[in-house]
């Protein structure tokens, strides 16, 4: 499985960013994907996951600002992140996997940096 993320940047504290991963490769193995982040000095966390039936489940931080979809057609997960704080900042991580496998696949990160 390959996964592929995009569409951080720089944005100011408010506003909006919506990153993507698109998996590829031997997608019927995953049936959970999520985003994690990872700030300077600090371990990965969880934002968000999605399941192939659409089950979410976001961390505490992203509630009622983040929204987890999938558009299975594309192969595609999206995270809509709103009214971002500068303490979102981060690298993001698209990550696929099957539910009650250690098995985890990650996409490259994508650079998210909130000014205040």
């Known amino acids: 499985v390959q996964l592929q993320a995009s569409g951080g940047g720089l944005v100011q504290a408010g506003g909006s960013l919506r990153l993507s991963c698109v998996a590829s490769?031997?997608?019927?193995?995953?049936?959970?994907m999520g985003w994690y982040r990872q700030a300077p000095g600090k371990q990965r966390e969880l934002v968000a996951t999605?399941?192939?039936?659409?089950?979410?489940n976001y961390a505490d931080s992203a509630k009622g600002r983040f929204a987890i979809s999938r558009d299975d057609a594309k192969n595609t997960v999206y995270l809509q992140m709103n009214s971002l704080k500068p303490e979102d900042t981060a690298v993001y991580y698209c990550?696929?996997?099957?539910?009650?496998?250690?098995?985890?696949?990650w996409g490259q990160g994508t650079q998210v940096t909130v000014s205040s």
């Open positions: 990550s696929g996997g099957r539910i009650g496998s250690d098995r985890n696949y």
């Open positions: 999605i399941t192939s039936r659409g089950a979410t």
């Open positions: 490769g031997a997608i019927f193995s995953i049936n959970i």
